[in-house]
């Protein structure tokens, strides 16, 4: 039963999705939706597991709706579906089980006998399960960090994106240049050469075929990861990782465990928002109705012209990614969202 104080909270997360002129930092969004769903199962009454999961996946599909390119959400709502039934297995224990379970009808299993559960003790474990993701959520640019010294050497040249508009990327740089001395080609648009820090030389798209010859490695940073090991980038992203491909440089991209998104994307350009034009005012308006001015927000990279993803917890190759989601995600969730 939903309560009017779980109502009034969603309707000011929705509104706070709505206010915004750009998209925000992934963690931030992250971590307002899984709050939100801390909140919805400490507050809601539910009978049974079931009625538990459902209440997260029709929060999930509300929040989705109205950022429906706005995987993060989506993949927040799944992950608490699944620790509510790694919960509900833990408090059943194991003795249900026998050497003749089927590996197909497993994960079918805890649905089967819900009337034994005890629904107080799962909401209480869940809880403190949420509050254990909140906490890997907000170290995750940390622990993203802590691995530069592993990855970029001494004399280095690398080459990074959208530096500007990633925190991951800053910490990750920062990080490298307390133990290493390298230097880094920080790719901008011509509006935003002065913005570049000082311990980062400015180069426009037009320049990045001329420096790779130097570069030895390329860092981008994720906006979302794909089962098949493809990823979404700031737009412009894509070029970078083609030109590095053609002189054989690396391209790592940085990705924390909740952008790891369990499903294929059927259509891409469906997630595809567009950013604002930079045009002045007095030309967008004599162009009004005449010209559409397309500017996508994103790229998406194939796995074949990535390296290695620097996820929070490890950093593994492309055709690992559909492993990796088991951990996080149910396939009975998957299928029901």
């Given at each position: 039963m939903e309560s009017n104080e779980i109502e009034s909270l969603r309707r000011s997360l929705?509104?706070?999705?709505?206010?915004?002129?750009?998209?925000?930092?992934?963690?931030?969004?992250?971590?307002?939706?899984?709050?939100y769903l801390r909140k919805v199962v400490l507050q809601e009454k539910f009978e049974s597991l079931h009625q538990l999961i459902q209440s997260l996946h029709r929060n999930g599909r509300v929040l989705s709706a109205v950022e429906p390119n706005?995987?993060?959400?989506?993949?927040?709502?799944?992950?608490?579906?699944?620790?509510?039934?790694?919960?509900?297995q833990a408090t059943k224990g194991p003795g249900?089980?026998?050497?003749?379970?089927?590996?197909?009808?497993?994960?079918?299993?805890?649905?089967?006998n819900e009337k034994s559960f005890n629904i107080k003790k799962i909401k209480k474990d869940l809880i403190q399960?949420?509050?254990?993701?909140?906490?890997?959520?907000?170290?995750?640019?940390?622990?993203?960090?802590?691995q530069a010294s592993e990855l970029i050497n001494s004399q280095d040249v690398v080459l990074v994106y959208s530096l500007k508009n990633s925190p991951t990327l800053d910490g990750f740089l920062a990080s490298a240049r307390r133990t290493r001395k390298y230097r880094v080609y920080n790719v901008v648009k011509s509006t935003e050469i002065d913005d570049s820090p000082d311990f980062a030389t400015p180069i426009q798209h037009c320049d990045v075929g001329n420096k790779m010859c130097e570069t030895t490695k390329v860092v981008l940073s994720g906006a979302a990861v794909f089962p098949?090991?493809?990823?979404?980038?700031?737009?412009?992203?894509?070029?970078?990782?083609?030109t590095a491909q053609r002189h054989s440089v690396p391209v790592f991209v940085l990705a924390a465990f909740y952008k790891i998104t369990p499903f294929f994307i059927p259509d891409p350009s469906a997630l595809n928002t567009s950013c604002r034009a930079d045009i002045p005012f007095d030309l967008a308006n004599k162009?009004?109705?005449k010209v559409e001015l397309i500017q996508p927000a994103f790229d998406i990279l194939p796995s074949q012209l990535i390296s290695l993803f620097v996820s929070n917890s490890s950093s593994l190759i492309p055709?690992?990614?559909?492993?990796?989601?088991?951990?996080?995600?149910?396939?009975?969730?998957?299928?029901?969202?």
């Open positions: 929705v509104a706070s999705f709505r206010k915004r002129d750009s998209r925000e930092s992934s963690q931030k969004v992250a971590l307002q939706v899984i709050n706005e995987l993060i959400i989506i993949n927040i709502v799944l992950m608490v579906s699944k620790l509510a039934r790694d919960e509900a249900s089980l026998t050497p003749y379970d089927s590996l197909y009808t497993l994960w079918r299993e805890i649905g089967s399960s949420i509050k254990e993701i909140i906490t890997e959520v907000e170290t995750s640019r940390d622990s993203i960090a802590s098949d090991g493809s990823c979404l980038v700031p737009a412009g992203g894509l070029t970078i990782a083609l162009l009004s109705g055709a690992h990614v559909n492993r990796l989601k088991e951990d996080y995600y149910h396939p009975q969730d998957i299928s029901e969202f």
